[in-house]
């Protein structure tokens, strides 16, 4: 089982770049997460998902747009990098609200 | 919006001593799972409480729920070198997963 995969794991973007973190789940799970966590810091929800076709804001959408046209599918766009972006990224997802969340390996982004 | 406080933010022990850390919602919960991040890693689930007072225990780590659900805890007996690493307590409300700051515990052997 591959479980919660994330593309690319590191990745050096300049201000004003764009790019997609890539989160794919082949588990089948309804609701998937994403967070962003700070050095020394905890994880802040971006965005999440209940269900294909259905995503709601976190704390912390601004900068940041997502879709989820598919199950297994959760990709994260970041439009018009900035410095405060630099973070790492992490994709999770659950089965229910009732049940574990599994999460990806994530990813270190750096803007510059 | 759901809020979910942890302290302390960090912890240094010597190996040996026992660790707690705390979890405080700003509203009940229906449950609350425990993670742990070990350094360079990513959360890996430890446990979930659903009932009001419950208390769970794997090995020398005990998990408590608060009566009213708005609370929990997690205690580790005699620190290991092997519980080095983040902590976090998640509650779910509002269907989304909300994880709280974190505990960083870290062990001088």
């Known amino acids: 089982n591959a479980g919660v995969t994330q593309t690319p794991k590191f990745r050096i973007l300049k201000i004003g770049q764009s790019m997609t973190l890539q989160c794919t789940q082949d588990?089948?799970?309804?609701?998937m997460y994403w967070y962003r966590q700070d050095p020394g810091m905890g994880l802040k929800l971006i965005y999440y998902s209940v269900g294909a076709g259905i995503t709601d804001k976190g704390e912390v959408p601004n900068g940041y747009n997502v879709s989820r046209s598919t199950t297994e599918d959760f990709p994260l766009r970041l439009e018009l990098a900035a410095p405060s972006q630099t973070s790492v990224y992490f994709c999770?997802?659950?089965?229910?609200?009732?049940?574990?969340?599994?999460f990806g390996q994530g990813t270190r982004l750096t803007v510059v | 919006g759901q809020q979910v406080m942890q302290i302390p933010q960090y912890q240094h022990v010597q190996e040996g001593e026992d660790f707690t850390t705390y979890c405080n919602s700003s509203t009940t919960l229906s449950n609350i799972q425990w993670y742990k991040q070990r350094p360079g890693g990513h959360p890996v689930f430890l446990i979930q409480l659903v009932k009001s007072g419950e208390v769970k225990k794997q090995k020398r780590l005990t998990f408590q729920f608060g009566e009213a659900k708005k609370n929990s805890s997690l205690h580790i007996t005699a620190t290991q070198t092997t519980d080095v690493g983040t902590y976090f307590c998640?509650?779910?409300?509002?269907?989304?997963?909300?994880f709280g700051q974190g505990t960083r515990l870290t062990i001088n052997p």
């Open positions: 999770a997802s659950t089965l229910s609200t009732n049940t574990e969340a599994f």
């Open positions: 588990m089948n799970h309804n609701y």
């Open positions: 998640a509650g779910v409300g509002a269907q989304k997963l909300v």
